[in-house]
């Protein structure tokens, strides 16, 4: 009979969470920007949260990183070779592209104390750190691309949902900043949040990027430890998107989710037609 049972849990509305049972808090730590939680969970190895959401697990985060990467990499018309990643103080977002051969990484994180958590509890994410094909940038990423006169092949926006320091990141006029810095075939890729139980952020998102380009593309990815476990990615590009023959597969990723990713349930067209009209 367990005498004492410790549980992390993230709420999604009054009347609904998620828990995952813990061994152990290995550390809470607020910061300027938010409150960082790490927990040793039983089912989900490490488990880092952001003012009590979901970040990533040791045993699901190579879904999210494998969909927010290699799904704009495979839709390049031209191999991309240079990237932006604004929020990856994790690591992860960069490991996935270093490992698809991206050669030139900007990684623009606002907190540093997310990297040195990174660095110390989930090496093998934090590796590309010290790689000399990613450059770290501690930095706010709406000001980095505001100055930034470089042209990138890929912009991934990684970021927390729409609190706190990533609000922005889910404007149209951020999305019209990045639409200058890419490149000629360049696709910006946002974590666009649960269209289950995030609507206003999809919605927010979509309508963004809507505005700001004239390709946007909408996919989703079963992704266990989000919000409903359905979580959403919105593409944008100033040319078509296609996918590549060629494609490699991950953990998760393959060229049948590289094809069926797109298809949506009814609710999310009828929000993408809406936003499209307007
Ligand atoms: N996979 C997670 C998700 O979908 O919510 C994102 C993980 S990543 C740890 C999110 C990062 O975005 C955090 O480290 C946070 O500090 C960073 N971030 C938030 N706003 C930012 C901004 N304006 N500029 C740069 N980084 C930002």
């Known amino acids: 009979m367990r005498l004492i049972e410790n549980w992390f849990s993230e709420r999604y509305s009054d009347n609904v969470q998620l828990s995952f049972?813990?061994?152990?808090?290995?550390?809470?730590?607020?910061?300027?920007?938010?409150?960082?939680?790490?927990?040793?969970?039983?089912?989900?190895?490490?488990l880092l949260a952001i003012d009590g959401t979901v970040q990533l697990t040791e045993y699901d985060e190579y879904i999210y990183h494998e969909m927010i990467t290699m799904?704009?990499?495979?839709?390049?018309v031209r191999?991309?070779?240079?990237?932006?990643?604004?929020?990856?103080?994790?690591?992860?977002?960069?490991?996935?592209?270093?490992?698809?051969?991206?050669?030139?990484i900007v990684n623009v994180e606002i907190d540093s104390q997310v990297v040195e958590i990174s660095k110390k509890y989930f090496p093998e994410l934090a590796a590309s750190f010290s790689d000399r094909?990613?450059?770290?940038?501690?930095?706010?990423?709406?000001?980095?691309?505001r100055k930034s006169e470089q042209k990138f092949d890929l912009i991934i926006i990684d970021s927390t949902d729409p609190e706190g320091p990533a609000v922005s990141l889910f404007s149209r006029e951020f999305y019209e900043m990045c639409a200058g810095r890419l490149s000629e075939s360049g696709i910006v890729v946002a974590q666009s949040?649960?269209?289950?139980y995030q609507r206003e952020t999809f919605r927010m998102a979509y309508d963004g990027m809507v505005h700001a380009f004239?390709?946007?593309?909408?996919?989703?990815?079963?992704?266990?430890?989000?919000?409903?476990?359905?979580?959403?990615?919105?593409?944008g590009s100033n040319s078509a998107?296609?996918?590549v023959k060629d494609m490699v597969r991950?953990?998760?990723?393959?060229?049948?989710?590289?094809?069926?990713?797109?298809?949506?349930?009814?609710?999310?067209?009828?929000?993408?037609?809406?936003l499209k009209g307007k």
């Open 193 to 196: 949040g649960s269209p289950f």
């Open 214 to 235: 004239p390709h946007v593309k909408v996919y989703t990815a079963f992704i266990p430890t989000y919000p409903s476990g359905f979580w959403s990615f919105t593409m």
């Open 71 to 76: 799904m704009p990499f495979f839709h390049s």
């Open 79 to 104: 191999k991309p070779e240079t990237a932006l990643i604004i929020g990856g103080g994790d690591g992860g977002a960069a490991r996935s592209l270093l490992g698809l051969g991206v050669r030139d």
């Open 21 to 46: 049972r813990v061994r152990d808090q290995l550390l809470s730590v607020k910061t300027d920007y938010q409150r960082i939680d790490l927990f040793d969970t039983y089912d989900f190895g490490k």
């Open 250 to 274: 991950g953990k998760y990723f393959n060229q049948e989710i590289a094809e069926g990713a797109f298809k949506l349930p009814q609710f999310m067209l009828d929000d993408v037609s809406t």
């Open 133 to 145: 094909r990613c450059r770290l940038i501690i930095g706010d990423g709406i000001d980095y691309v």
């Open 241 to 243: 998107m296609n996918p």
